[in-house]
Nanobody, 125 residues
Framework: QVNLVESGGGLVQAGGSLRLSCAASGLAFSTYAMGWFRQAPGKERDFVARISASGTGTLYGNAVKGRFTISRDNTRDTVYLQMNNLKPEDTSTYYC??????????????????WGQGTQVTVSS
């Protein structure tokens, strides 16, 4: 059984930083690309970042490019999202997910099969 547990969310002022973690179990973690998405109330789930299985390839959504960094530690079965220069519009629930290549687009939620429960990030102005 695949289990993903996010942590590290919280309340931060604009311009601040947070580091999210996602601990995975029940899968061969080092063989899967991983992604981060976010969803605000009443809105669609949006792509944030993706990292390849080896960690050598990354992809970012336009809204976070240059501010967020995705990384992973395959010895700890954990993926991270370092978020710097946070803005109020970054306020969302953040989810990690396993990319099983269901679609050709790594930014498409449909490409991901397993999701965590989410961690809330709130950025005050």
């Amino acid at each position: 059984q695949v289990n993903l547990v996010e942590s590290g969310g919280g309340l931060v002022q604009a311009g601040g930083s947070l580091r999210l973690s996602c601990a995975a179990s029940g899968l061969a973690f080092s063989t899967y690309a991983m992604g981060w998405f976010r969803q605000a109330p009443g809105k669609e789930r949006d792509f944030v970042a993706r990292i390849s299985a080896s960690g050598t390839g990354t992809l970012y959504g336009n809204a976070v490019k240059g501010r967020f960094t995705i990384s992973r530690d395959n010895t700890r079965d954990t993926v991270y999202l370092q978020m710097n220069n946070l803005k109020p519009e970054d306020t969302s629930t953040y989810y990690c997910a396993v990319d099983v290549n269901k679609t050709p687009s790594p930014q498409d939620t449909a490409s991901y099969a397993y999701w965590g429960q989410g961690t809330q990030v709130t950025v005050s102005s």
